[in-house]
């Protein structure tokens, strides 16, 4: 749960169903990610017009890491925001937007790619289009021929040293690369 949580309400009386309808946003945006720091909402209630209600406009500031996401809904033409409700609800969909996206980028930056590791061809079995390489620690892992890059498959000849990367999810045969780099990058 956010520690630092403030609702502002500003040109209107406090409402507790609002409050609440704002703690429940603020919740269901800590589903999108458990990294927001600190919240910051404030309520306004726009000038009256003479032909129509009240506009309300929502700020949402959210504090993660890597920087800000800031949502103002100042929507003085749409009639809908007329209903408090209704811009919180907008105002908080447009967050949880910014915020999947945010946390994506952040996710890129910090996304390691896995090492190519030596290995050697061990077997190979060209009519069926696999063969198997082994690692440093004498394990045979498999490979397919549409993760050996290029039209390097049909170069490959048994005791040839190649790179590859290792797919997190073993296959039917056991651990299996996922991509597998013949000498010279073919």
Same mark, same amino acid.
């Given at each position: 749960?956010?520690?630092?949580?403030?609702?502002?309400?500003? =040109?209107?009386?406090?409402?507790?169903?609002?409050?609440?309808?704002?703690?429940?946003?603020?919740?269901?945006?800590?589903?999108?990610?458990?990294?927001?720091?600190?919240?910051?909402? %404030?309520?306004?209630?726009?000038?009256?017009?003479?032909?129509?209600? !009240?506009?309300?406009? @929502?700020?949402?500031?959210?504090?993660?890491?890597?920087?800000? @996401?800031?949502?103002?809904? *100042?929507? &003085?033409?749409?009639?809908?925001?007329?209903?408090?409700?209704?811009?919180?609800?907008?105002? #908080?969909?447009?967050?949880?937007?910014?915020?999947? *996206?945010?946390?994506? !980028?952040?996710?890129?930056?910090?996304?390691?790619?896995?090492?190519?590791?030596?290995?050697?061809? %061990?077997?190979?079995?060209?009519? !069926?289009?696999? =063969?198997?390489?082994?690692?440093?620690?004498?394990?045979?892992?498999? #490979?397919?021929?549409?993760?050996?890059?290029?039209? &390097? #498959?049909?170069?490959?000849?048994?005791?040839? !040293? %190649?790179?590859? @990367?290792?797919?997190?999810?073993?296959?039917?045969?056991? $651990?299996?690369?996922?991509?597998? @780099?013949? $000498? =010279?990058?073919?």
């Amino acid at each position: 749960m956010i520690s630092d949580l403030h609702i502002s309400f500003r =040109g209107m009386e406090p409402s507790p169903a609002v409050e609440t309808q704002v703690r429940r946003r603020v919740e269901e945006l800590e589903q999108f990610s458990d990294r927001i720091v600190s919240c910051r909402v %404030v309520l306004e209630a726009g000038d009256r017009h003479h032909r129509q209600g !009240r506009i309300y406009h @929502v700020l949402v500031d959210l504090t993660v890491p890597g920087g800000k @996401v800031v949502v103002n809904r *100042d929507s &003085g033409f749409n009639h809908a925001h007329e209903d408090l409700h209704v811009a919180v609800r907008d105002a #908080f969909d447009a967050a949880r937007r910014q915020l999947q *996206d945010h946390m994506r !980028r952040l996710e890129n930056q910090m996304k390691q790619h896995e090492p190519s590791l030596i290995g050697r061809i %061990v077997k190979i079995f060209s009519d !069926r289009n696999y =063969g198997f390489l082994e690692t440093k620690t004498g394990e045979e892992v498999y #490979f397919h021929k549409n993760s050996v890059s290029g039209n &390097g #498959f049909k170069k490959l000849k048994v005791g040839d !040293r %190649v790179r590859y @990367v290792i797919d997190p999810e073993e296959g039917e045969k056991g $651990p299996q690369a996922s991509a597998v @780099v013949p $000498p =010279g990058g073919a």
